[in-house]
Structures are given as structure tokens and as C-alpha cells.
């Protein structure tokens, strides 16, 4: 079952999109990466790339986050993104866009928009990881001390370019989650 596991919106049940292709972020990921979020929340900007049914935005916005950008080009995660922002009556919080992730960035930069907090949970097997985080940096969508968390198959390692650097990097069954922010320069 797919919830919101605390905060305003605490156990609310959420839509999954239809069919096999999305892998929801579990309950016991989700409780441990939130539990490391709690002093970046109250306030943030947060980018859910790849969002699927958007339960990370939303469990963001659910503990204190001001405003949720999603973002999926698959049809079903957004009619299942979609139905779950109307269902917590979000809709004004929210921006939801069905773009290819690069044309999402593009857009968004073009717009303006920084973020705090980007959820980046790409299909696994599709080497995403490197190019997207890449695209926030080129497009100036990181706010100066903005979070990257990054859930990746466990045994992946990310490549990061010289710009970020990884703070943590936590394990759960086969599944891990990366904190990567930018480096500070001097």
C-alpha cells in the first residue's frame, strides 16, 4: 500500500500507476531518508524528477516543504500523480509536468526555478543518474545549498564530475539512497 507516512497528510493512502513499470519507494526507504531531511523541509522547494505516483513531493509537502515541482513523461505516473495531488487538495502547492526529464530542466530554467530538494529515482537499468544531476547543474536549478537524493540500485555506484560531492550514502536491502550536494568553493 502506497501512504504518506507523516506530517499534515500523515497515513492518507496515495494512487500507484497502473501496470509494472514504476517501483515505488518503500515505506522503511522512505521513513529513513525523511528522517535525514527533517531540518532541510520546513519551507523547501522540492523536484521530484522521475516521480511516478509523486509520493516523495508529496510526503515532502505532507512535512513542511512549500512547493513541489513533479515531474514524468509516462502517462500513467502522471494520472496517478495527478489523482493523489487532488486527492490531499494540493493542487495550488504543486506544479506537474509530463515532459522527457531533459526538456522538463530546460523549461524549468528557463522559468527560473531553483530547488532545495530533488528527488532523482530514475529506472535503474537506464543510466540516468549522471546525466540528470549533470542538467540541475548546467541549468542552475540547485538552490546554493540544495540536496540531491539520489535511490539507486544498491550495488551502483554514481559517478559524480568534480562540481559535487557525495555526504552519504545509506543501504536498505538492495536498494541504497546518495546525498550528493555541490562542493563549496572558496
Known amino acids: 500500500m502506497l501512504r504518506i507516512i507523516a506530517g499534515r497528510f500523515g497515513s492518507r493512502k496515495l494512487t500507484a500507476p497502473q501496470g509494472r513499470d514504476t517501483r515505488p519507494t518503500t515505506d522503511r526507504v522512505k521513513e529513513a531518508v525523511f528522517s535525514i531531511l527533517l531540518p532541510y523541509l520546513p519551507e523547501a522547494r522540492v523536484l521530484d524528477l522521475f516521480c511516478g505516483s509523486g509520493a516523495l513531493a508529496l510526503e515532502a509537502l505532507s512535512r513542511g516543504a512549500s512547493r513541489a515541482t513533479l515531474v514524468d513523461r509516462d502517462a500513467k505516473a502522471i494520472t496517478a500523480a495527478r489523482a493523489n495531488i487532488h486527492a490531499l487538495g494540493v493542487e495550488d502547492e504543486c506544479m506537474l509536468l509530463q515532459r522527457e526529464w531533459g526538456q522538463a530542466l530546460t523549461l524549468l530554467h528557463t522559468q527560473g526555478y531553483q530547488f532545495d530538494i ?59 539512497v546518495s546525498l550528493i550536494k555541490r562542493k563549496v568553493t572558496s
Not at 546525466?131 to 537524493?149: G, N, Q, R, S, T
Open 118 to 176: 530533488v528527488f532523482l529515482d530514475p529506472p535503474y537499468a537506464k543510466g540516468l543518474y549522471t546525466p540528470a544531476i549533470e542538467a540541475l547543474y548546467e541549468e542552475d536549478l540547485l538552490a546554493p545549498d540544495a540536496l540531491i537524493v539520489a535511490e539507486h540500485d544498491a550495488e551502483y555506484t554514481l559517478l559524480l564530475n568534480d562540481a559535487f560531492e557525495l555526504t552519504d550514502k545509506r543501504r536498505y536491502g538492495d536498494t541504497a
